[in-house]
Nanobody, 120 residues
Framework: QVQLVESGGGVVQAGGSLRLSCAAS?????????MGWFRQAPGKEREFVAA????????YYADSVKGRFTISRENAKNTVYLQMNSLKPEDTAVYFC????????????WGQGTQVTVSS
């Protein structure tokens, strides 16, 4: 059974940085077509943030985070990361790790989510 466990969320001031991690178990991460991150703010629908293909060759970002967030993966550790810089209050949300067959919108498996709060 595939499990995705996120870590690294927290409270940070605007302009600060956080790094999220997502560890996969139950299946080797390189066998997924892609892994990625989505987020959901209060009262809003879940939205795509970033994704990375199984070999790391292809990266995908939402326009709202381009130039500020960087996704990466370490298959030897079955882990994907999201480095978030220049955080804004509008980045406040629960961030979910996802994995699946699609390289650009993986959504077959989900983590439980980690809260990111950016204060102004």
């Amino acid at each position: 059974q595939v499990q995705l466990v996120e870590s690294g969320g927290g409270v940070v001031q605007a302009g600060g940085s956080l790094r999220l991690s997502c560890a996969a178990s139950g299946r080797t991460s390189s066998t997924f077509g892609g892994m990625g991150w989505f987020r959901q703010a209060p009262g809003k629908e879940r939205e795509f943030v970033a994704a990375i293909s199984w070999n790391g060759a292809n990266l995908y970002y939402a326009d709202s985070v381009k130039g500020r967030f960087t996704i990466s993966r370490e298959n030897a550790k079955n882990t994907v990361y999201l480095q978030m810089n220049s955080l804004k209050p509008e980045d406040t949300a629960v961030y979910f790790c996802a994995a699946g067959r699609s390289s650009n919108r993986p959504n077959d498996y989900w983590g439980q989510g980690t809260q990111v709060t950016v204060s102004s």
